[in-house]
């Protein structure tokens, strides 16, 4: 059985504090680990998708790096309209399904 | 170009009572997953559909049951309702090559169970 833990449930910052989210995840075999920010009362918006250890990809100040155990999501300079909570999941091969995190909600403070 | 559409946005029922919720996929998307999320929670896997057969289902009772139409529309069909059903259920298209943006979400019905 697929799982995500995404640690910490919670996080407040201040305006331009950078900080980092992590995601440990434990799959049978990875097809793709994703990062989405979700809004409250919305569903969620995709940000990257990471295939492989070693891969990174980044998106103005959030950028996202991947191992063969955890994923992280750096954050830079953030601003008030990053707080929201972001969700991580991963699909396995022969699998259709996501299995997410609980995500990480990320509040900024002016 | 219109993302995933989902009606209705918010929906009130009596426990007991049946549901239909609809989804309408990104243009070019041909895959539709449905999720529930309960409040502070990830989304859960309920099933998927394509070519108008559920191809893969998650732990939900057969209470829980959907239907793709040949325009790849789609719908949830809960029957018995639950208070344990209240939730944000959230439609998922994708399309077989499953590229970079291959999940695109919609922004969910919130269903309230009284």
């Known amino acids: 059985e697929d799982q995500v833990t995404q640690s910490p449930e919670a996080l407040r910052l201040q305006e331009g504090e950078s900080s980092s989210l992590n995601c440990s995840y434990t799959?049978?075999?990875?097809?793709?680990l994703f990062w989405y920010r979700q809004d409250p009362g919305k569903g969620p918006e995709f940000l990257f998708t990471?295939?492989?250890a070693g891969e990174e990809k980044e998106k103005e100040r959030l950028k996202a790096t991947l191992t063969k155990k955890e994923s992280f999501l750096h954050i830079t300079a953030p601003k008030p309209e990053d707080s929201a909570t972001y969700l991580c999941?991963?699909?396995?091969?022969?699998?259709?399904?996501?299995?997410f995190g609980t995500g990480t909600r990320l509040t900024i403070i002016p | 170009d219109a993302g995933v559409t989902q009606s209705p946005t918010h929906l009130i029922k009596t426990r007991g009572q049946q549901v239909t919720l609809r989804c309408s996929p990104k243009?070019?998307?041909?895959?539709v997953s449905w999720y529930q999320q309960a409040l502070g929670q990830g989304p859960q896997f309920i099933f998927q559909?394509?070519?108008?057969?559920?191809?893969q289902r998650g732990n939900f009772p057969d209470r829980f049951s959907g239907h793709q139409f040949p325009n790849y529309s789609s719908e949830l069909n809960v029957n018995a309702l639950l208070l344990g059903d209240s939730a944000l259920y959230l439609c998922?298209?994708?399309?077989?090559?499953?590229?970079?943006?291959?999940?695109?979400f919609g922004s969910g019905t919130r269903l309230t169970v009284v």
């Open positions: 990471l295939y492989s």
């Open positions: 998922a298209s994708s399309w077989p090559s499953r590229g970079e943006d291959g999940y695109t």
């Open positions: 559909y394509y070519e108008e057969e559920e191809r």
């Open positions: 243009s070019g998307h041909d895959t």
């Open positions: 999941a991963v699909i396995n091969f022969g699998n259709e399904k996501l299995t």
């Open positions: 799959v049978s075999g990875l097809r793709g």
